[in-house]
Nanobody, 125 residues
Framework: QVQLVESGGGTVQAGGSLRLSCAASGRTLSNYNMGWFRQAPGKEREFVAAISWSGSRTTSPGSVKGRFTISRDNARNTVSLQMNSLKPEDTAVYYC??????????????????WGQGTQVTVSS
């Protein structure tokens, strides 16, 4: 199994930027499609972005498209989420997630097989 640990969360003012990182261990990252989800208090978990095992394909919902960018470095076993133009509604716990590269990376829009413990992102107005 792969273990995922997020970092980079914090508090930022609206309009600011943050970069989240996810370090993977236990397995080679190139064996997995990777993604990010978030969950705000009292709300359901929301898909944020996904990237295929090779990094050649990415997807994200309209709520973050053009502001958030997912990337990966398989050599360093890390996945990143660059978040720009942050809004107060982006406040949530952000989770790194993975599923096997055997499956379509688009499956990450619904769920994942492996999860990190999350990192808090707070955007103040």
């Amino acid at each position: 199994q792969v273990q995922l640990v997020e970092s980079g969360g914090g508090t930022v003012q609206a309009g600011g930027s943050l970069r989240l990182s996810c370090a993977a261990s236990g397995r080679t990252l190139s064996n997995y499609n990777m993604g990010w989800f978030r969950q705000a208090p009292g709300k359901e978990r929301e898909f944020v972005a996904a990237i295929s095992w090779s990094g050649s394909r990415t997807t994200s919902p309209g709520s973050v498209k053009g502001r958030f960018t997912i990337s990966r470095d398989n050599a360093r076993n890390t996945v990143s989420l660059q978040m720009n133009s942050l809004k107060p509604e982006d406040t949530a716990v952000y989770y790194c997630a993975a599923n096997s590269a055997y499956f379509d990376y688009l499956n990450l829009r619904q769920t994942a097989d492996y999860w990190g413990q999350g990192t808090q992102v707070t955007v103040s107005s």
